[in-house]
C-alpha cells in the first residue's frame, strides 16, 4: 500500500500538546507551593493540592486525546498489508468539507471512507442510532451518529472527484473500531461497522462490477492531495 498523507492530525496534536503543558505546569506550580509552605510554614502547604489535582484532569485529557490519534495508526498498520495497487490518505479536509475524514482508501476494489473509533466499553448502533456505556456508567447514552458522519464524509469525497476530475465513482462509508476490549452491539447498522482485525479482509472482499485502474486511484490521489489540508 502507498500512503500519500500520514495520520497526523493537527487539532488533536495541538490538544495533546496543550494538555500536556497544562498538566506539566500544575505540577511545577503544586510541588513549588508545597516545598514553599513546607520550608517557611505558610498556608501555601494547604492550599498546594489544589493545582496538583487540577494536573490530574489535564493529563486524562492528554490521554483521551492521545486514544485517538493510536486508534488512527492503528488503522495505517493494518492497511499496510494491502499491496501497491492501493492508496491512503489521512486526516483529509476538503474544500467546503465539514470535518476532517479520517481515512480515505483508493483501491481497484472501490473508493472508501473510514471513520474510526477507538471506544471502549459498550456500543450499540440501531441502524443510524448510536448509544455508548462506558465502564463504571450505569445507562447507555446518546451519541452522534457515526454512521451519518461516515455517510457524510463519502458523499462530500463523491462530490469533489466528480467536480474535480469528472471521476463518477461509489463512495463506500466504513465505521472501525480499534479498540480490542470494545463490546459492539449492532441492530441492522445502515453500513458496514467493523472491528479493526476485519478490516483488510473486507476491503478485499468487496467486488464491483468493474475495476478503478491504478490511473485512476494514482489521480485520484494526487487530486485529493492537491486540493485538501
Same mark, same amino acid.
Given at each position: 500500500m502507498k500512503v500519500l498523507k500520514e495520520a497526523k492530525n493537527p487539532y488533536i496534536e495541538s490538544h495533546k500538546i496543550r494538555s500536556f503543558g497544562i498538566f506539566a505546569l500544575l505540577i511545577v506550580v503544586g510541588v513549588a507551593m508545597f516545598t514553599m509552605g513546607a520550608y517557611f510554614v505558610t498556608p501555601l502547604l494547604f492550599v498546594a493540592w489544589v493545582? *496538583?489535582?487540577? %494536573?490530574? /484532569?489535564f493529563l486524562r485529557h492528554y490521554y483521551t486525546w492521545e486514544a485517538g490519534t493510536w486508534g488512527e495508526r492503528a488503522v495505517v498498520r493494518v492497511l499496510? $498489508? *494491502?499491496?501497491? !495497487?492501493c492508496y491512503l490518505l489521512s486526516n483529509v479536509k476538503l474544500p467546503r468539507g465539514?470535518?476532517? /475524514?479520517?481515512? /480515505? =482508501?483508493? %483501491?481497484?476494489?472501490? +473508493?472508501? +471512507?473510514?471513520?474510526? &473509533?477507538?471506544? !471502549?466499553g459498550r456500543v450499540v448502533c440501531d441502524r443510524d442510532a448510536w448509544y455508548r456505556?462506558?465502564?463504571k456508567a450505569k445507562e447507555e447514552t446518546r451519541v452522534d451518529s457515526i454512521s451519518e458522519q461516515a455517510r457524510r464524509n463519502g458523499l462530500g469525497l463523491r462530490d469533489f472527484?466528480?467536480? &474535480? &476530475? @469528472?471521476? @463518477? #465513482?461509489? +463512495? %463506500?462509508?466504513i465505521c472501525v473500531f480499534t479498540n480490542p476490549s470494545v463490546? =459492539?452491539? *449492532?441492530? $441492522?447498522? #445502515?453500513?458496514? +461497522?467493523? @472491528? =479493526?482485525?476485519? =478490516?483488510?479482509r473486507f476491503v478485499q472482499s468487496v467486488r464491483r462490477s468493474t475495476s478503478l485502474t491504478d490511473q485512476e486511484t494514482g489521480d485520484m490521489g494526487k487530486s485529493i492531495l492537491a486540493n485538501s489540508s
Open positions: 493545582p *496538583l489535582a487540577a %494536573s490530574a /484532569i499496510r $498489508e *494491502l499491496d501497491d !495497487s465539514r470535518g476532517d /475524514i479520517d481515512h /480515505i =482508501l483508493l %483501491s481497484p476494489n472501490g +473508493v472508501f +471512507v473510514i471513520e474510526t &473509533k477507538n471506544y !471502549s456505556q462506558q465502564r472527484l466528480w467536480e &474535480k &476530475k @469528472r471521476f @463518477r #465513482v461509489y +463512495v %463506500s462509508p463490546e =459492539l452491539e *449492532l441492530r $441492522e447498522p #445502515v453500513m458496514p +461497522v467493523l @472491528r =479493526l482485525r476485519e =478490516l483488510t
